[in-house]
């Protein structure tokens, strides 16, 4: 059975630090690309950040570059999402989901798309207070 498998949300205050995790299991996880997305109340769900399993390389969406950190550790085939300094806009719902992968990181559109995804996780709400 296919689970992916979101911890490490909570409430912060802005300014603060969050570390998700995403576990995978019951497919090979280093032939598949690993994504954060997010979906705050009344909006679509957009992506955050993305890492191949297959190479190490990343993407990240403009709105979280150079706070968020995405990483992967294969042998436990797990993907966390380190968040720093945290802003109210980030307050959502994030998920991981899972693609196969053409060996690379995803940008959010065509093959890496919300409905590309092959696998998705139940989600880890974060909120950040002022």
């Known amino acids: 059975e296919v689970q992916l498998v979101e911890s490490g949300g909570g409430l912060v205050q802005a300014g603060g630090s969050l570390r998700l995790s995403c576990a995978a299991s019951?497919?090979?996880?280093?032939?598949?690309?690993i994504g954060w997305f997010r979906q705050a109340p009344g909006k679509e769900r957009e992506g955050v950040s993305s890492?191949?399993?297959?190479?190490?390389?990343?993407y990240y969406a403009d709105s979280v570059k150079g706070r968020f950190t995405i990483s992967s550790d294969n042998a436990k085939n797990t993907v966390y999402l380190q968040m720093n300094s945290l802003k109210l806009e980030d307050t959502a719902v994030y998920y991981c989901?899972?693609?196969?992968?053409?060996?690379?990181?995803?940008?959010?559109?065509?093959?890496?798309?919300?409905?590309?995804?092959?696998?998705w996780g139940k989600g880890t709400l974060v909120t950040v207070s002022s």
């Open positions: 989901a899972a693609v196969r992968s053409y060996g690379i990181a995803f940008d959010f559109t065509g093959w890496g798309s919300v409905g590309a995804m092959d696998y």
């Open positions: 890492i191949s399993a297959t190479d190490g390389s990343t």
């Open positions: 019951g497919f090979t996880f280093d032939d598949y690309a």
